[in-house]
T-cell receptor, first 110, second 116 residues
Framework: GIQVEQSPPDLILQEGANSTLRCNFS?????LQWFHQNPWGQLINLFYIPSGTKQNGRLSATTVATERYSLLYISSSQTTDSGVYFC????????????FGDGTTLTVKP | DGGITQSPKYLFRKEGQNVTLSCEQN?????MYWYRQDPGQGLRLIYYSQIVNDFQKGDIAEGYSVSREKKESFPLTVTSAQKNPTAFYLC???????????????FGPGTRLTVL
């Protein structure tokens, strides 16, 4: 099956710093999502981005499908950005198996 | 409010017992999913369903069973055959775009199952 690798596994930042999280995948995909898991376990949708670039406030994401990677940018980080960031990809033409990476754990210190 | 609800939030089970986790959505989504998350790890797919009365095994279906009798409901039963059931269970739903694959998945708040 498809492999999804996220890097770095852990990231510690000072409040106000910028960061880039990466998601590499081993085969072509037709769906890619970024999620933020908060301390209570809830997964919050950040981006649905199978290709191209999107921005939402301090967050933006870029997926280069032909090179099989996606990047999540967090600017001017805040303590509330702490948590685990996951990317998830899906192959095929039918709704079905999504594969998640192991996540990047972000800690933003005040 | 539209959304996905899971109950209970916390569940304790004795070894050898079957338990059923509830997942309901009022988003009118076609597809529903169950994932398992172990501490420090990503999500692994247990079962998924694209339409009513149909479902497929995911990567770790052994020891679990599901049903999809209604579009809005997708309960998961953790059977006594599941050797290590203590985990965080997440339910999700999405709209199916025929020929293009699933659209965005949206998640419920999860159920934490502990086997005593």
């Amino acid at each position: 099956g498809i492999q999804v690798e996220q890097s770095p596994p852990d990231l510690i930042l000072q409040e106000g710093a910028n960061s880039t999280l990466r998601c590499n995948f081993s085969d072509s995909v037709n769906n890619l999502q970024w999620f933020h898991q908060n301390p209570w376990g809830q997964l919050i949708n950040l981006f649905y981005i199978p290709s191209g670039t999107k921005q939402n406030g301090r967050l933006s994401a870029t997926t280069v499908a032909t090179e099989r990677y996606s990047l999540l940018y967090i600017s001017s980080s805040q303590t509330t950005d702490s948590g685990v960031y996951f990317c998830a990809v899906e192959r095929g033409t039918n709704a079905g198996k999504s594969t998640f990476g192991d996540g990047t754990t972000l800690t933003v210190k005040p | 409010d539209g959304g996905i609800t899971q109950s209970p939030k916390y569940l304790f089970r004795k070894e050898g017992q079957n338990v059923t986790l509830s997942c309901e959505q009022n988003l009118n989504h076609d597809a529903m999913y169950w994932y398992r998350q172990d501490p420090g790890q990503g999500l692994r797919l247990i079962y998924y369903s694209q339409i009513v009365n149909d479902f497929q095994k995911g990567d770790i279906a052994e020891g679990y069973s599901v049903s999809r009798e209604k579009k809005e409901s997708f309960p998961l039963t953790v059977t006594s055959a599941q050797k290590n059931p203590t985990a965080f269970y997440l339910c999700a739903s999405s709209i199916v775009l025929l020929g293009r694959g699933a659209h965005e998945q949206f998640f419920g708040p999860g159920t934490r199952l502990t086997v005593l």
